[in-house]
């Protein structure tokens, strides 16, 4: 009922948590989704201040990144 199809802008996965930047746009919106494992879907995270909030995870997936990569 509420399955509503999104285009995927960008993901970033920070060991098994997996994120991505959507845009709907019957709404002409963006999201930040979650992948959740347990329910096998795609979960809404962030509807609001998502430029802000998707730069701040971006940054923290490359921190953790480059702290794994010494």
């Given at each position: 009922m509420f399955n509503i199809e999104y285009d995927v802008i960008d993901e970033v996965t920070i060991g098994d948590t997996k994120l991505r930047l959507v845009e709907d746009h019957v709404r002409n919106s963006r999201k930040i989704q979650l992948w959740s494992s347990l329910s096998k879907q795609w979960n809404i995270m962030h509807r609001y201040n998502i430029e802000n909030e998707w730069a701040e995870w971006k940054y923290t997936?490359?921190?953790?990144?480059?702290?794994?990569?010494?």
């Open positions: 997936a490359a921190k953790i990144k480059a702290r794994k990569a010494k």
